[in-house]
């Protein structure tokens, strides 16, 4: 029995050489059937996804081609040399892998990428790819070694190429250019007023290596041309709505914050504010700071640039977006009109989600009972004639959505205003506001049906006190993705309302077309009819066309028109603008 087992350990050891030499072999021939080239299974903002990961030798950093082969304008003929390829029509940076797939950015393109291309390690990667594979074939081991995780040769290759930062840091894109305008106002005397400006749209990560992040869109005027400013647009208006925001966000930390005009994350009901908040984590759920700024977006229910605002607030969140989840924030505010205290309240916002198919979302203001100084005195300077709210509900706004399927859904949802409004009615026929059209009890739903086409509609009955009777509100939309094949989408809108503030209709047509991918074009037309004692504007219509060019891999080209008339609003306006986008 010691005889048997002694001459087993001598052909043991007899051989183990033989397999410590070829084990390295064996692994390289492994290695070596691994691809070098991988499918585009799915692209969505810019990012392509691979279907091949880490497993097939794919790293971080690695740039890969994308060609396209030429299809014959004819039937082949018989023996022809197949077609050759096009050339390079993209050009991918690998930015993320996963062990079966990886993420790509488009660095540069001349044709849109498609599900189903397929991509190319460059040469000087598969150059690298083969290095190492060579290196590793030839490296002779003194004796047998057990790797139990990662084998030392590889990462001994991978320490030895300097490695590129994150790609999350210091990137920006975004496009930044210079404009110019001019307005030909249509009133009596007739006037053409000239401007220069600029026009920024940025997103930078993890700006200077921090953990704060830029985004944002800004339009601006610096000089006038023509030695009067400009008179007042919707243009202008719109513009003014813009979001430019730099946020903290660190996952490696409990504190949060942000600045600019932004909305707060936890309670977008509070509409948007040019200021910033700060705040910081208890656990994974529960999320306190503060917050202040003004009202700067005239879209906004109580829009006042001299308004001031200022409050603290709690959030608790928890779940997860493949299944349930919850938010809920409420707070504190206090609000002020040149430094003179003017509502006290209390904001709740809730939200319950359940995968796409259910989601309830309220949001709710409480006031404090105040002093109300009429604006006589207020201006006058008399006597203090004040009169006292007793506070209550200020306003209020509940939807409920359900979704059973991807192509439908049906949506019930209550809407309730107790003061006037203060947005600029000059935007009602943008869309801007038609949150704040429809009060009262509504049901609406919206259904894809097949040919690309999209139905929606709201219906519902507004009931306030003082009323003599319920009025009906209603709303009409049609979508047509794609008009006859020509690449043409179709938007048509109608919607008659009453509201506390006003009552009206409204009638929208919007056309657009994208031709290539760097090629768009947009044609928007309305005409309203509004009665409110906030605006003595009853009637007007407009025409608003819209191109975006980029002729080169870092040129854009944009040019506008907008034809206006109506109330004080008669003027045409054209828009130039020619920049740089990265």
């Given at each position: 029995m010691a005889v048997a087992v002694t001459r087993e350990r001598i052909i043991i050891f007899s051989i183990a050489p033989f397999l410590a030499a070829l084990l390295p072999s064996l692994i390289f021939a492994q290695r070596a059937v691994e691809p070098t080239s991988f499918r585009v299974k799915y692209i969505a903002q810019g990012a392509v996804y691979l279907d091949g990961g880490r497993a097939a030798g794919l790293k971080e950093g690695q740039k890969l081609l994308i060609r396209r082969a030429v299809v014959p304008a004819g039937p082949a003929s018989p023996g022809a040399a197949p077609a050759a390829p096009s050339g390079i029509i993209a050009t991918l940076?690998?930015?993320?892998?996963?062990?079966?797939?990886?993420?790509?950015?488009?660095?540069?393109?001349?044709?849109?990428?498609?599900?189903?291309d397929t991509a190319q390690l460059a040469g000087e990667e598969v150059k690298?790819?083969?290095?190492?594979?060579?290196?590793?074939?030839?490296?002779?081991?003194?004796?047998?070694?057990?790797?139990?995780?990662?084998?030392?040769?590889?990462?001994?290759?991978?320490?030895?190429?300097?490695?590129?930062?994150?790609?999350?840091?210091?990137?920006?894109?975004?496009?930044?250019?210079?404009?110019?305008?001019?307005?030909?106002?249509?009133?009596?005397?007739?006037?053409?007023?000239?401007?220069?400006?600029?026009?920024?749209?940025?997103?930078?990560?993890?700006?200077?290596?921090?953990?704060?992040?830029?985004?944002?869109?800004?339009?601006?005027?610096?000089?006038?041309?023509?030695?009067?400013?400009?008179?007042?647009?919707?243009?202008?208006?719109?513009?003014?709505?813009?979001?430019?925001?730099?946020?903290?966000?660190?996952?490696?930390?409990?504190?949060?914050?942000?600045?600019?005009?932004?909305?707060?994350?936890?309670?977008?009901?509070?509409?948007?504010?040019?200021?910033?908040?700060?705040?910081?984590?208890?656990?994974?759920?529960t999320t306190a700071g503060v917050f202040a700024g003004t009202t700067p977006n005239p879209s906004s229910y109580d829009y006042n640039p001299d308004r001031r605002m200022g409050g603290a607030f709690v959030n608790l969140s928890g779940g997860s977006y493949e299944d349930f989840r919850y938010t809920t924030t409420f707070g504190v505010a206090l609000t002020s009109l040149g430094w003179h205290a003017e509502r006290q309240f209390a904001f709740l916002e809730t939200g319950f989600f359940f995968k796409r198919y259910f989601s309830l979302y309220e949001s709710l203001q409480v006031d404090a009972p105040h002093a109300i100084v009429s604006s006589s005195s207020a201006t006058?300077?008399?006597?203090?004639?004040?009169?006292?709210?007793?506070?209550?509900?200020?306003?209020?706004?509940?939807?409920?959505?359900?979704?059973?399927?991807?192509?439908?859904?049906?949506?019930?949802?209550?809407?309730?205003?107790?003061?006037?409004?203060?947005?600029?009615?000059?935007?009602?026929?943008?869309?801007?506001?038609?949150?704040?059209?429809?009060?009262?009890?509504?049901?609406?739903?919206?259904?894809?049906?097949?040919?690309?086409?999209?139905?929606?509609?709201?219906?519902?009955?507004?009931?306030?006190?003082?009323?003599?009777r319920s009025s009906w509100n209603q709303f009409y939309g049609v979508t047509l993705a794609e008009v006859w094949h020509t690449g043409v989408r179709v938007d048509l809108r109608y919607s008659r309302f009453s509201s506390a503030f006003g009552s009206g209709n409204y009638r929208a047509l919007s056309l657009s077309k994208q031709f290539t991918e760097s090629l768009r074009w947009d044609l928007q037309g309305g005409l309203q009819n509004f009665a409110s004692p906030l605006t003595t504007s009853t009637r007007s219509h407009f025409v608003n066309t819209y191109l975006d060019w980029s002729p080169g891999k870092s040129i854009f080209l944009q040019a506008a028109y907008t034809w206006q008339r109506g109330g004080s609003m008669n003027y045409d306006q054209m828009i130039f603008t020619i920049g740089r986008r990265f």
């Amino acid at each position: 029995m010691a005889v048997a087992v002694t001459r087993e350990r001598i052909i043991i050891f007899s051989i183990a050489p033989f397999l410590a030499a070829l084990l390295p072999s064996l692994i390289f021939a492994q290695r070596a059937v691994e691809p070098t080239s991988f499918r585009v299974k799915y692209i969505a903002q810019g990012a392509v996804y691979l279907d091949g990961g880490r497993a097939a030798g794919l790293k971080e950093g690695q740039k890969l081609l994308i060609r396209r082969a030429v299809v014959p304008a004819g039937p082949a003929s018989p023996g022809a040399a197949p077609a050759a390829p096009s050339g390079i029509i993209a050009t991918l940076n690998v930015i993320s892998v996963a062990t079966a797939s990886a993420v790509c950015e488009i660095a540069s393109s001349t044709e849109p990428v498609r599900v189903g291309d397929t991509a190319q390690l460059a040469g000087e990667e598969v150059k690298a790819v083969q290095e190492e594979r060579r290196l590793f074939g030839m490296r002779a081991y003194p004796q047998l070694v057990t790797f139990d995780a990662l084998d030392p040769v590889i990462e001994e290759a991978r320490a030895s190429v300097p490695r590129p930062p994150s790609p999350e840091i210091n990137r920006i894109r975004g496009r930044i250019g210079f404009e110019y305008s001019t307005v030909l106002a249509r009133n009596n005397p007739a006037t053409t007023n000239s401007e220069v400006g600029m026009v920024a749209r940025l997103e930078m990560t993890r700006v200077a290596g921090s953990y704060w992040n830029f985004s944002g869109y800004w339009r601006g005027r610096f000089t006038s041309l023509s030695g009067g400013g400009q008179p007042a647009t919707i243009t202008d208006m719109i513009n003014r709505t813009y979001h430019a925001s730099l946020i903290y966000d660190n996952p490696n930390s409990r504190w949060v914050a942000g600045g600019g005009r932004l909305y707060l994350p936890w309670a977008s009901s509070l509409d948007t504010m040019d200021g910033g908040y700060f705040g910081r984590k208890y656990g994974e759920r529960t999320t306190a700071g503060v917050f202040a700024g003004t009202t700067p977006n005239p879209s906004s229910y109580d829009y006042n640039p001299d308004r001031r605002m200022g409050g603290a607030f709690v959030n608790l969140s928890g779940g997860s977006y493949e299944d349930f989840r919850y938010t809920t924030t409420f707070g504190v505010a206090l609000t002020s009109l040149g430094w003179h205290a003017e509502r006290q309240f209390a904001f709740l916002e809730t939200g319950f989600f359940f995968k796409r198919y259910f989601s309830l979302y309220e949001s709710l203001q409480v006031d404090a009972p105040h002093a109300i100084v009429s604006s006589s005195s207020a201006t006058m300077g008399s006597t203090n004639s004040a009169t006292t709210s007793t506070g209550g509900v200020n306003r209020s706004f509940l939807t409920l959505r359900y979704q059973p399927h991807r192509r439908f859904s049906l949506d019930l949802s209550h809407t309730y205003f107790r003061d006037f409004p203060t947005f600029d009615p000059a935007l009602m026929g943008t869309g801007l506001l038609d949150r704040y059209l429809f009060q009262g009890l509504n049901v609406g739903g919206r259904i894809e049906l097949p040919k690309k086409i999209t139905l929606s509609t709201g219906v519902g009955r507004s009931s306030r006190t003082g009323d003599a009777r319920s009025s009906w509100n209603q709303f009409y939309g049609v979508t047509l993705a794609e008009v006859w094949h020509t690449g043409v989408r179709v938007d048509l809108r109608y919607s008659r309302f009453s509201s506390a503030f006003g009552s009206g209709n409204y009638r929208a047509l919007s056309l657009s077309k994208q031709f290539t991918e760097s090629l768009r074009w947009d044609l928007q037309g309305g005409l309203q009819n509004f009665a409110s004692p906030l605006t003595t504007s009853t009637r007007s219509h407009f025409v608003n066309t819209y191109l975006d060019w980029s002729p080169g891999k870092s040129i854009f080209l944009q040019a506008a028109y907008t034809w206006q008339r109506g109330g004080s609003m008669n003027y045409d306006q054209m828009i130039f603008t020619i920049g740089r986008r990265f």
